[in-house]
Nanobody
Framework: QVQVVELGGGSVQVGGSLRLSCAASGFSDSMYCMGWFRQAPGKERVPVASIDSYDGTRFGDSLEGRFTISRDTNTLYLQMNNLQSEDTAMYYC??????????????????WGQGTQVTVSS
């Protein structure tokens, strides 16, 4: 059974940085898509960043440049710099084991973590 576990959320001031990590276990091969998504209270879940098994990356609107995504097989990382109050949300890690051309689309993912809270305050 695949398990996805996130680590690294917390509270930070505006302009600060955080690094999230995520481990997908219980799958013998490399997950094709791995991604980060976030959901603020009262809003829908939106893409933050995703990476496929060929290291192709996609970012959510206006996040590239502040956020960096990387992976080591089935461990995923998200480096977040110059955090702003609008980055406050629950951040979810997700993984998809089969091929997909749409790693940025949350509906493509079949394995999800429980989420980790990121709070950015001024």
């Amino acid at each position: 059974q695949v398990q996805v576990v996130e680590l690294g959320g917390g509270s930070v001031q505006v302009g600060g940085s955080l690094r999230l990590s995520c481990a997908a276990s219980g799958f013998s091969d490399s997950m094709y898509c791995m991604g980060w998504f976030r959901q603020a209270p009262g809003k829908e879940r939106v893409p933050v960043a995703s990476i496929d098994s060929y290291d192709g990356t996609r970012f959510g609107d206006s996040l590239e440049g502040r956020f960096t995504i990387s992976r080591d097989t089935n461990t995923l990382y998200l480096q977040m710099n110059n955090l702003q109050s609008e980055d406050t949300a629950m951040y979810y890690c997700a993984a998809r084991d089969a091929f997909s051309m749409r790693c940025r689309d949350p509906s493509e993912y079949n394995h999800w973590g429980q989420g980790t809270q990121v709070t950015v305050s001024s």
